[in-house]
């Protein structure tokens, strides 16, 4: 069964920094590219980022690009978040998610349950 | 970037009714479009990717068609189980655009 247990978020003052984690089990975590979706209160899905299986090609919006990095450790089955100059419009809860390839072009068939982010002072 | 459009915002209807929601393309993403359910409070799940095939355990009674840039998914029967908000997402390309969701209730 897969398995996508986030953590990381938290509280944070605008211009600060986080790292969200993600600990997959039950697939092959090499063989799948991965991406974070985030949902802020009350709204609708918001594409972060995404990562191939091999961490060799990686994607962002405008929104987060410059400000946010993905990246993977698939000796630890572990996808990461970094986060840095936080503004308040990045207040949400941010699903980690699994792709059904290797490369993005592809759906997403797996969602952890999430982990909030509040920016604020 | 490619913007994706869907509608209704929101829609309201009897069980059994059939409902079709409808999802635009700014440019056209052949069948790299994928739909997703999530009902309150919970997780989202994939209900349809490639425009058209089911996911595996999603009941047949949803159905997705289109391509280019004009998609829809359809709800042949609607349940009460199926109240939730209906989301299409792009992913021929980065940006992996999800549209601005449907949300179905039962009138």
Known sequence: ?121 | DIQMTQSPSSLSASVGDRVTITCRASQGISNYLAWYQQKPGKVPKLLIYAASTLQSGVPSRFSGSGSGTDFTLTISSLQPEDVATYYCQKYNSAPLTFGGGAKVEIK
Request: hydrophobic share 35%.
């Open chain 1, 1 to 121: 069964e897969v398995q996508l247990l986030e953590s990381g978020g938290g509280l944070v003052q605008p211009g600060g920094s986080l790292r969200l984690s993600c600990a997959a089990s039950g697939f092959t975590f090499s063989s799948y590219a991965m991406s974070w979706v985030r949902q802020a209160p009350g709204k609708g899905l918001e594409w972060v980022s995404t990562i191939s299986g091999s961490g060799g090609s990686t994607y962002y919006p405008d929104s987060v690009k410059g400000r946010f990095t993905i990246s993977r450790d698939n000796s630890k089955n572990t996808l990461y978040l970094q986060m840095n100059s936080l503004r308040g419009e990045d207040t949400a809860l941010y699903y980690c998610a699994k792709l059904r390839s290797e490369v993005v072009v592809a759906a997403t068939n797996h969602w952890g349950q999430g982990t909030l982010v509040t920016v604020s002072s």
